[in-house]
């Protein structure tokens, strides 16, 4: 077997993370987002653009609300958003 065909490259296709709005359940919204990280091979720091990138209505007012040191923290802003 050739060294190149063990290479696990990334899907063809991204798989849309779903949108979090705020009313909703954060959990299945989690779930969600961690299928599309996984199937999408995403980095840390892409899971942080996507997750910001998902919120919509009254969640993204988290990114106004909380310092840089929290919206620039995937852990952070999950914790946030839990709350």
Same mark, same amino acid.
């Given at each position: 077997?050739?060294?190149?065909? $063990?290479?696990? &490259? *990334?899907?063809?296709?991204?798989? #849309?993370?779903? #949108?979090?709005?705020? +009313?909703?359940?954060?959990? +299945? ?6 299928? $599309? ?9 892409? *899971? ?5 990138? &998902?919120? #919509? #209505? ?11 040191? +929290? +919206? ?5 802003? =999950? *914790? =946030?958003? *839990?709350?």
């Amino acid at each position: 077997m050739r060294a190149e065909s $063990c290479i696990i &490259s *990334k899907p063809k296709h991204i798989l #849309k993370p779903p #949108k979090f709005d705020g +009313t909703g359940s954060f959990e +299945t919204f989690l779930a969600q987002f961690r299928i $599309c990280a996984v199937y999408n091979q995403w980095t840390e720091a892409e *899971k942080l653009v996507y997750l910001r990138g &998902s919120l #919509k #209505k009254e969640a993204v007012q988290v990114l106004w609300d909380y310092s840089a040191e +929290t +919206t620039n923290s995937l852990k952070e802003m =999950v *914790k =946030v958003l *839990k709350e």
